[in-house]
């Protein structure tokens, strides 16, 4: 059977974002081939191949989401070189979700290049991934032992890391 859904595209400036979607069907173990100016529907020099003045965007995010909304796959580009920065914004915060996995949600102000999670003791379901301004973006860790997250995050592009750990909620009396 043929499988639909929708693919999103958001377009990231320095402003904020651009978002176009489409709706899309795929026979069974086919493929198709879009072009980000044919879901936005009109030219955008997007990855900045022409050099039409100055690079307006910093990535670019598209998604595919099945009928159901549910997110099949999730890819984003960065657009140009990027240079290293003190920072990029980065930020992580992460969340215990019972039976030894915890959710680990990073986010970052500017397109941070290869995010990388570094926490000992345990698995992360994705690392090494571009994250696009003010996308978060949620991992699974999964725990080797018996512990609680305790690391970091970091981008290629940045020199400032972001902690990982749990937060410690006082009690009032």
């Known amino acids: 059977p043929a499988r639909s859904g929708t693919l999103r595209v958001a377009l990231h400036t320095a402003r904020g974002v651009q978002q176009f979607e489409r709706a899309v069907s795929v026979d069974s173990n086919g493929s198709t081939e879009l072009t980000v100016d044919s879901i936005v529907g009109s030219f955008t020099d997007a990855n900045h191949a022409y050099r039409f003045g100055s690079r307006t965007y910093s990535a670019i995010t598209v998604v595919f989401a099945g009928d159901d909304g549910v997110e099949i796959a999730r890819n984003t580009a960065l657009v140009g070189a990027q240079s290293r920065q003190n920072t990029v914004g980065l930020s992580a915060?992460?969340?215990?979700?019972?039976?030894?996995?915890?959710?680990?949600?990073?986010?970052?102000?500017?397109?941070?290049?290869?995010?990388?999670?570094?926490?000992?003791?345990?698995?992360?379901?994705?690392?090494?991934?571009?994250?696009?301004?003010?996308?978060?973006?949620?991992?699974?860790?999964?725990?080797?032992?018996?512990?609680?997250?305790?690391?970091?995050?970091?981008?290629?592009?940045?020199?400032?890391?972001?902690?990982?750990?749990?937060?410690?909620?006082s009690g009032s009396s």
């Open 93 to 169: 915060s992460v969340v215990d979700t019972g039976a030894g996995t915890w959710e680990l949600t990073v986010s970052s102000e500017w397109a941070a290049q290869y995010v990388c999670v570094d926490v000992d003791g345990f698995d992360a379901s994705d690392s090494w991934f571009h994250l696009a301004p003010n996308e978060p973006r949620t991992i699974t860790l999964v725990n080797r032992g018996t512990g609680k997250p305790r690391g970091h995050v970091r981008a290629l592009n940045s020199v400032e890391r972001a902690s990982v750990a749990p937060r410690v909620v």
